[in-house]
């Protein structure tokens, strides 16, 4: 074969070795005439004398397409189709007019494909019954598919008229100037469908969720109704034959073919008979799909396959940008409208008018049924709705009604998710109308399909969250990706910001009681000053008339006796007067040096009579007569009291309780206090984290004794120390006082 130039001499070659290896009465070439219409033979081989070859002048076979449409589909569909007189039947593949002229009573034939395009067949025929033997079948296989690759004249036969290459080059220029891309869908579908003499030009969506395929546009023909319902989902070997098809799919007569079956009774029933269906991106899964369709039956040529085919993809190729031009719009979209709310919740300060605000502009933005807020006091049980917007869909709120939180499965699921989760998302949870727990419905109304979506505001994932956000929807489907982001991104500002205002409020509210309480103080004192003032004066007028009847030596005595306790009083006076000077609006940080020893004795003079009642047991250890500390002596004093008088309380009659005394290095010391009792494990833990102490959590630092710690500990990290709260190994309990031995009360914040 290699030796021959000529096509025509190869195909001679082909068919002579085909019949000397069969057998059969005729060798036979037949080709498809696009143009014309009809199949004809092109070249034959006879077995009697000597294996002639015949040209096909010398034997006329010709028949019309339309009249063996069903055996032309089954050759493209790859299928070998044979017959014999001996089966007793005739297949009904098999074409009637073909035998007719051909006179055969055996025939075996297999397709010629280019591009899995049926461009003609190769057909053994007997003038005898005849069964066909397997080999025999793959040997005439086989030889078709080598003449498929051989015969130039297939890539002729194939290429698209003249007319349908200009028509497809006048779309894509249409498209490409094309401003208003749905009317230059509908100008673009009512040419091709004049084209190619069809009714209907549809664009099928495939839901990858539901498997349906919607109809994302039509056009339709003059008294042609429009197609009024999705189409329903394909069976998988219907979606694996779209998937592998390279082309178009043509159907004749949908009542006669079994592919697309899950469309018959919906497209019949809507005037569709015949139709072609062709995947606009090739490359890809099944996700947009272009009709056209018949509303009669009608055999489809491989021109018109070819064309759609090709249409399909330039028309995909647009349709995918046009997509991606729609989602950056809606993003663009979305993201404007977010900023914008977003301006407008930071400019508030009540945290009331935030959430119902916030709520407001939620269903502006994601344009939801229903948005509502639930928000609860840590300290209860029970939530209240706090806003709520709703379009009606179904979904509604009922107001004032108690909703327990512990009674209420849903909301306990989304509880527990806040607590079992530590990543940075917001706990969320996703459910279906139809699963939604009784308790829930007795505040939640809501239509039979949708879903209901629950998020947390929850600030971080160490603070306890303080409302939740419930959201209602017809769609059952989930979110693009897009979207659920920018809604993440919208209710964790929200969060961050309910909180914020949540603290805000606290503390505007401990401030007013603070400065009331300091007022208050401050005036008692100033009151309680005078008095001691005027008592310091009568005991002076009391005593002088008494020394003057005394003899010198008496007075001088009795004068003596006198002076030690009125000068304490008139310390003690000055000491409240600065303090009423100097401390009235803020602490005042003086700078002395003292005697640690002077202060751990004061410090046990106070104390004392309560180690007495206690029946408690006192040592200091480690402490130097001349170690000394620069710092606050009375705010020092004060601390170290506390921590002394908490470690009394704590511990039971004959308890020890050890003072420490320790150089940590040349700028630091250490003060230590062990004792034998016991304190509340969460106390320790609240301590621990008083950094990080949330403001509306209830908690032991909210009271006694852990509300004057926490003073402490505040008032020590203003001179520059910590203080440190532990249960040691052996059971003992530890306050640590760190400080350093030098403080200048100019870097004191």
Not at 40 to 64: E, I, M
Not at 211 to 232: H, I, M, T, W
Request: a negative charge; glycine letters at 4%.
């Amino acid at each position: 074969m290699s030796q021959l130039q000529e096509p025509e001499d190869r195909l001679q070659l082909i068919l002579k070795a085909t019949q000397q290896e069969i057998e059969p009465t005729w060798t036979s070439l037949y080709w498809l005439d696009q143009d014309e219409q009809c199949c004809f033979l092109k070249l034959s081989c006879q077995a009697p004398n000597g294996n002639r070859l015949h040209q096909s002048k010398s034997r006329k076979v010709k028949v019309s397409l339309s009249d063996i449409d069903s055996f032309c589909q089954s050759l493209s569909a790859g299928q070998m189709v044979s017959i014999s007189d001996a089966e007793g039947s005739l297949n009904a593949k098999v074409p009637i007019r073909l035998l007719q002229q051909t006179q055969a009573r055996s025939l075996l034939t297999a397709p010629i494909l280019h591009k899995q395009r049926l461009v003609g067949f190769l057909a053994v025929e007997g003038n005898q019954p005849r069964v066909w033997e397997d080999h025999e079948k793959a040997y005439v296989q086989a030889v078709a598919q080598l003449i498929g690759l051989l015969e130039p004249s297939v890539k002729g036969e194939l290429s698209v008229s003249t007319s349908s290459q200009n028509l497809i080059s006048q779309f894509t220029q249409w498209i490409l100037e094309s401003k208003d891309w749905a009317q230059t869908l509908r100008k673009v579908s009512d040419q091709f469908c004049r084209h190619l003499q069809a009714q209907r030009f549809i664009l099928l969506r495939h839901d990858l969720q539901t498997g349906d395929f919607q109809v994302d546009f039509q056009y339709f023909g003059p008294k042609v109704r429009a197609l009024s319902e999705n189409l329903s989902p394909l069976s998988e070997v219907d979606l694996r034959m779209m998937e592998r098809a390279i082309g178009a799919i043509a159907i004749s007569d949908l009542e006669d073919d079994l592919r697309f079956l899950a469309w018959r009774e919906s497209l019949i029933s809507q005037g569709v008979r015949s139709m072609m269906v062709c995947r606009t991106l090739a490359d890809q899964a099944v996700e947009t799909v272009l009709l056209i369709a018949n509303t009669r039956a009608r055999v489809w040529q491989p021109k018109d396959t070819d064309c759609l085919q090709q249409f399909a993809q330039v028309l995909g190729a647009f349709d995918q940008k046009n997509r991606e031009t729609q989602a950056k719009n809606q993003k663009l979209q979305l993201l404007t409208s977010a900023s914008k709310h977003l301006s407008q919740l930071q400019a508030l300060t009540d945290p009331n008018q935030l959430i119902n605000t916030g709520v407001i502009a939620l269903q502006e933005i994601f344009a939801t049924p229903l948005v509502a807020a639930l928000d609860w006091q840590l300290s209860t049980d029970q939530a209240t709705v706090a806003a709520y917007q709703s379009t009606g869909s179904g979904f509604s709120i009922t107001e004032n009604h108690p909703i327990q939180l512990s009674q209420d499965p849903l909301l306990q699921r989304l509880l527990k998710l806040s607590r079992e989760d530590s990543s940075t998302n917001l706990p969320r949870l996703t459910i279906s109308t139809v699963e939604l727990p009784p308790a829930t419905r007795t505040w939640l109304k809501s239509p039979p399909t949708g879903k209901v979506t629950l998020i947390l505001l929850q600030a971080h994932a160490n603070l306890e969250p303080l409302a939740a956000l419930v959201i209602g929807e017809t769609d059952p489907w989930p979110w693009p990706e897009f979207k659920s982001n920018y809604l993440e991104e919208f209710v964790q500002t929200l969060a961050i910001q309910y909180r914020s205002l949540q603290e805000i409020q606290v503390l505007k509210q401990e401030n007013t009681a603070l400065e009331c309480l300091n007022w208050y103080k401050q005036r008692a004192l100033e009151f309680d000053c005078q008095e001691l003032q005027a008592v310091h004066q009568q005991l002076h007028q009391a005593i002088d008339p008494c020394l003057d009847h005394q003899s010198n030596q008496s007075r001088n005595a009795l004068a003596k006796k006198q002076a030690h306790p009125l000068e304490r009083l008139q310390r003690a006076i000055e000491a409240v007067e600065f303090r009423l000077q100097t401390e009235d609006w803020q602490l005042h940080f003086s700078q002395e040096v003292m005697p640690l020893a002077s202060l751990f004795r004061r410090s046990m003079e106070r104390i004392e009579p309560l180690v007495q009642q206690r029946q408690l047991w006192t040592q200091i250890h480690n402490l130097t007569a001349n170690t000394t500390l620069t710092g606050t002596s009375q705010k020092l004093e004060m601390v170290l009291h506390e921590l002394l008088l908490f470690a009394c309380m704590r511990s039971q009659a004959g308890n020890r309780i050890d003072l420490w005394c320790r150089l940590i290095n040349a700028h630091w010391i250490e003060l230590s206090i062990t004792d034998q009792g016991s304190i509340d494990a969460q106390l320790i833990k609240d301590f621990q984290r008083i950094d990080h102490h949330d403001l509306l959590t209830p908690n032991s630092l909210n009271q006694s004794p852990g509300r004057h710690l926490k003073i402490c500990c505040h008032l020590v990290k203003s001179l520059n120390g910590r203080i440190e709260l532990a249960k040691l190994e052996d059971g003992r309990m530890l306050s640590r006082l760190s400080l350093p031995l030098q403080f200048n009360c100019e870097t004191n914040p």
